[in-house]
């Protein structure tokens, strides 16, 4: 095989022409590609060895009339059998990676999205895999189907769709996961807020070195504000009672006619638009391959059981904050803190009548904020009639709440199982307290009455998790240094939510995807 570096205005179909190749093998070992898709300057592109024989057409082709314009006209040569193209293991297990991202939810997708924008001439090569399968091509609240957020949650909540791991995890019951292309991201809540610049405070960088990459992670994620005349009156009352930070929920939603729902489908979509990569589902990473301290590629196992070897010289693990951790341990990779300081929020779910008068209408979109004084989050949702408060407290990161495998229960990979330890400890249960305690606060504020009914939500439920591979100084302490890489391993890196200090009471996603934007930076700089 041959490589070709694009020109500005290249199609696979002006290609093939000006070097006298086969078009139909062309496109076949261009998969990701169109005929006639106007691609980049820069990009790679395999082309087929003159000797290699020509596909055979079987059925007589006419030649063109005069004039006949192959470049606009020639009709596809090569269709996707999917909504997005996918490689076969076996080609990739022929490339030696630059690059290889296990996992394709927040942060394994906003790495690619970075690399593919950022890398220039350099035309690495890069693979990423997925466990799961192409489940949605886009946020579930796309669909037209599942157009609010209970029809949405009655499919998530199918297990034939994800998975209740929480059945098996007495202590963290209310967890669920997600093994598909976008993970989490295709039904989660949209909420993108910061953490808290204190919170920084327990973490090896600053808020300050964060900060650009927050401003990217939101606009890629079009973050905006959802207002409304009912929002404004109720955020008046919270400001006069002295809630000064509360403010419009910020939402990675683009507003229009038709509102337009983010996740990660977006970021492989804008990566597809700027570099070549190639990509697979269905495709589970067994065990991380090292030797003398780095990193040589990944085990991968199909659908069927038939295993692969992944060549590559950097491999960035975007599993999530259990599966991360379970592929680190099966692979024997050394480190006191991997599986734990497993965190996540302590959750209140609370409603009530809303008590606004006729005339301001709209939706209630509400965030007050955690402080360094007030120890919990409120996000105020609903309309005039009927108003719910979603309340995240900060949870201690504590070495003794943790994951593990269990050795004696092996999945059909026949990597051994994961088993959850988790408890709140007493100043977790202080914050709890003060939680049920603001509900009323709160309501009093906005003039809402009491709420009518509130629970706590089981461990878990959130989606919130964190923690388990942790970023730090201290290899005693930490599972990863301030970019992210595995202490001890070159080349290994973790991109996800496991590699959080701390969270506060925030939402995860936003700061998901601002350190993946850093950590892609940081590996185009190696």
């Known amino acids: 095989m041959r490589r070709y570096i694009t020109q500005q205005g290249d199609t696979l179909a002006r290609i093939g022409l000006q070097l006298q190749v086969d078009l139909l093998q062309l496109c076949r070992m261009n998969p990701q590609i169109a005929a006639n898709h106007p691609l980049a300057a820069g990009q790679i592109i395999t082309i087929p060895d003159h000797d290699s024989p020509p596909l055979q057409i079987l059925t007589p082709v006419m030649p063109p009339p005069p004039g006949y314009c192959t470049d606009t006209l020639l009709p596809p040569a090569f269709t996707f059998p999917e909504w997005v193209p996918l490689t076969p293991l076996s080609q990739m297990e022929q490339t030696d990676y630059d690059i290889l991202i296990v996992g394709a939810g927040a942060g394994g997708s906003a790495v690619l999205r970075r690399l593919c924008e950022r890398m220039g001439s350099r035309r690495l090569k890069i693979g990423i895999i997925e466990r799961g399968k192409l489940l949605l091509p886009s946020h579930a609240l796309n669909v037209p189907t599942l157009w609010n957020w209970d029809r949405m949650q009655r499919y998530y909540q199918n297990p034939t769709v994800t998975v209740p791991a929480g059945r098996q995890w007495p202590e963290f019951p209310g967890a669920i996961l997600v093994f598909a292309l976008g993970g989490r991201t295709l039904f989660w809540g949209l909420t993108c807020v910061r953490i808290p610049s204190f919170e920084f405070a327990n973490w090896p960088i600053s808020y300050k070195e964060l900060e650009p990459y927050y401003k990217i992670a939101e606009t890629v994620l079009l973050v905006n504000d959802a207002k409304s005349p009912i929002n404004d009156q109720l955020l008046e009352r ?289």
């Open 238 to 526: 919270l400001w006069l009672s002295g809630y000064i930070g509360a403010s419009d929920v910020p939402e990675a939603v683009a507003r229009g006619r038709i509102p337009r729902y983010m996740s990660a489908i977006e970021f492989i979509g804008e990566a597809l638009r700027t570099a070549a990569f190639d990509m697979a589902v269905q495709a589970r990473a067994v065990k991380v391959m090292t030797n003398e301290g780095r990193v040589t590629g990944v085990q991968v196992m199909d659908a069927n059981k038939r295993s692969y070897v992944l060549k590559a010289s950097t491999v960035v693990v975007s599993g999530s904050t259990f599966e991360t951790p379970r592929l680190l341990l099966n692979s024997g990779i050394p480190g006191r803190a991997i599986g734990h300081y497993l965190s996540n929020h302590s959750y209140i779910k609370a409603e009530m009548p809303s008590g606004v008068p006729a005339g301001r209408e709209g939706s209630i979109n509400i965030i007050v904020p955690q402080t360094e004084s007030r120890p919990y989050q409120f996000k105020i949702l609903g309309n005039r009639d009927l108003v719910t408060y979603d309340v995240a407290g900060i949870v201690e990161n504590r070495f003794d709440n943790y994951v593990y495998l269990d050795e004696r229960r092996r999945d059909n990979f026949g990597i051994p199982e994961l088993q959850v330890r988790f408890s709140y400890s007493p100043a977790d249960e202080q914050v709890m307290r003060e939680m049920v305690h603001a509900l009323h606060d709160v309501s009093a504020a906005m003039r809402i009455q009491d709420p009518w009914h509130y629970c706590f939500w089981p461990p878990g439920i959130d989606n919130h998790d964190y923690g388990t591979c942790r970023m730090g100084n201290d290899p005693n302490t930490s599972a990863t240094d301030r970019n992210g890489r595995i202490h001890g391993i070159e080349g290994l890196y973790i991109s996800d939510a496991s590699v959080f200090p701390s969270l506060g009471a925030s939402n995860p996603l936003l700061t998901n995807v601002a350190l993946s934007t850093r950590l892609a930076d940081h590996l185009l700089k190696l």
